[in-house]
């Protein structure tokens, strides 16, 4: 459910004229709703109502300071993947106690900022990483919590780009040597093992592959607890897929929730989540503007002002988004089947092929839906356009919540050398 619909013929974001916005912001800009956010926020915590769980949001989905003040007012604590992640959730209002931090190469540095800020767990990914942590964490005098992500060895995830839990992919501890390391763990100074941790991919839709790895997982945290460890926590990830077209169906979180209470309850665990998309995705859409239409002997190119620098998920994993006209079309407007692309010189710079929809005018606005998550946080500057500005809505009021930069921002950061202005 998100709060994207027609309302006198006019697409609106909640009580908000998304027309109005392209016309104040300009095009391309990404638009989220704040209801949405809270509504899927709170979806997930009662789904799981009952059940000790700690939502860590996965940041990397949608880090916007807005986003992520909003999901704090929510109670969301935070699954981040950098120093960067770290200090945009601490900023937004995160505790340092709600926040998880993932991903296969954390560095020295990044490790001592998240010991000082005393986050809830570093979820560990190899005995490299393992033995570096130790030494920061007994250097600093602290003790790391940490839970070492385990590669379950099952396939998931909407495209091959986005599975992770496969032996063979470049995370997580392999099957095999998981209980070794626990054990080194348990030796290492510094170091505290509370928790297991799994993630199998993103955009998954079928429930069975994330049970089949989260009952290995929580047979492990049985066995490692055998084995004298206090292992109080199973972070199960994220991965739960949304819809992104009319047909698609991903098991809802309900069932999710269901399925992990089934799963993993009865054993005394904290639940640490870690949704990214499902929390975002549906809350955001890019607008663009119509330049041209381009008629080719056998297809019709729709150009827009939009390019894969906005909006990369066709490009990389050929991932579908709708585009809708900002003006409703009425009855009886025309179709027409458009290959709908950027002006980045790049061949992949093509949002849609052969894409059946309202015939559209050059200066006409559009939407992309479902362009919350993993939109704007993966935009460049490449061509030389400027990065794109993002909205937060809230009821019938919005604000810009990170601006277009001007040229003299974009360049702000380069230098020419002296050497090549200095005449000799
Ligand atoms: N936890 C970990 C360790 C992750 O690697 C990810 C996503 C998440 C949680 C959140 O997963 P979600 O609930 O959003 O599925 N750029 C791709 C998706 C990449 C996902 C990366 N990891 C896309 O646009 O589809």
């Known amino acids: 459910m998100h709060h994207f619909s027609y309302s006198g013929g006019r697409l609106h974001c909640e009580g908000v004229d998304l ?28 789904a799981f109502r009952g059940q000790s769980v700690m939502v860590a949001y996965s940041v990397k989905a949608n880090g916007n300071l807005a986003v992520l003040a909003t999901l704090a007012g929510q109670g969301c604590g935070a699954d981040v993947v950098s120093g960067g992640e770290l200090l945009r959730a601490r900023k937004a209002g995160i505790p340092a106690a709600k926040i998880v931090f993932s991903g296969v190469g954390k560095t020295a540095a990044e490790m001592t900022l998240a010991l000082e800020q005393g986050i809830h767990q570093f979820n560990v990914e190899s005995a490299a990483e393992l033995r570096l942590l130790s030494e920061v964490a007994a250097k600093l005098g602290r003790e790391a919590p940490v839970a070492l992500r385990v590669n379950p060895d099952v396939a998931a995830g909407g495209h091959p780009n986005i599975s992770t839990g496969k032996s063979g992919d470049k995370f997580g501890v392999p ?20 928790a297991v941790d799994v993630h199998i991919g993103s955009q998954i839709g079928d429930l069975a592959p994330m049970r089949a790895a989260f009952e290995k997982v929580v047979g492990l945290a049985l066995r490692l607890r055998e084995q004298g460890h206090a292992i109080s926590r199973i972070d199960v990830g994220g991965g739960l897929g949304i819809p992104y077209k009319e047909g698609d169906a991903p098991a809802p979180p309900s069932d999710y929730a269901a399925m992990i209470s089934e799963v993993v309850a009865g054993h005394g665990f ?38 894969m620098n906005d909006l990369i998920r066709p490009a990389l994993y050929g991932a579908h988004h709708d585009i809708l006209p900002l ?29 059946a929809m309202p015939a559209v005018k050059a200066g006409e606005r559009l939407a992309f839906m479902s362009a919350g998550a993993y939109g704007a946080v993966l935009s460049s500057a490449y061509n030389a356009r400027s990065l794109v500005p993002e909205v937060l809505v809230d009821g019938d009021r919005y604000e810009i919540v990170r601006r277009r930069p001007n040229f003299e921002e974009s360049i702000g950061l380069e230098k020419v050398p002296a050497w090549l202005t200095t005449v000799a």
């Open 19 to 46: 027309a109005a916005v392209a016309a104040a912001v300009g095009t391309p800009c990404y638009v989220y709703s704040s209801a949405t956010l809270v509504r899927h926020a709170r979806v997930i915590a009662d």
């Open 175 to 194: 099957w095999g040597e998981a209980e070794a390391l626990y054990a080194e763990a348990a030796s290492l100074p510094g170091i505290r093992a509370v």
């Open 270 to 307: 904290e639940i640490i989540l870690e949704p990214g998309r499902v929390i975002a995705g549906n809350a955001g859409v890019m607008l663009t503007t119509a330049l041209y239409e381009k008629e080719a002997p056998d297809r019709t190119f729709l150009i827009i002002d939009a390019g």
């Open 327 to 355: 003006a409703e079309p009425g009855p009886g407007h025309p179709l027409k089947t458009y290959d709908v692309v950027g002006p980045i010189c790049e061949s992949t710079d093509k949002f849609a092929s052969g894409r």
